[in-house]
């Protein structure tokens, strides 16, 4: 599931970084091994996947294994 702030990241990238993230977002559905998925610090229970200089930050539900896309935003931005 995107949130409606990550799905209007998405759209503003150009359509090759578009396809990676989607890309990256098939992986992380069907096997999550596959990706560089890293939990993120704080109170929160936040995950970070990184797709060149974009982070996809997602949270996951440990009650029915939904993965909620938060935000796609670029390292730079990531980590403040």
């Given at each position: 599931m995107l949130a409606k702030h990550a799905l209007r990241?998405?759209?503003?990238?150009?359509?090759?970084?578009?396809?990676?993230?989607?890309?990256?977002?098939?992986?992380?559905?069907?096997?999550?091994?596959?990706?560089?998925?890293?939990?993120?610090?704080?109170?929160?229970?936040?995950?970070?996947?990184?797709?060149?200089?974009?982070?996809?930050?997602?949270?996951?539900?440990?009650?029915?294994?939904?993965?909620?896309?938060?935000?796609?935003?670029?390292?730079?931005?990531?980590?403040?």
């Amino acid at each position: 599931m995107l949130a409606k702030h990550a799905l209007r990241a998405l759209d503003r990238l150009p359509a090759s970084e578009q396809q990676h993230i989607r890309e990256a977002l098939e992986k992380l559905r069907s096997d999550p091994g596959s990706v560089d998925l890293a939990k993120l610090s704080g109170p929160r229970a936040r995950w970070r996947v990184r797709v060149g200089p974009l982070r996809i930050i997602v949270g996951m539900s440990n009650i029915d294994g939904t993965i909620y896309v938060l935000d796609v935003i670029q390292r730079k931005d990531a980590y403040r």
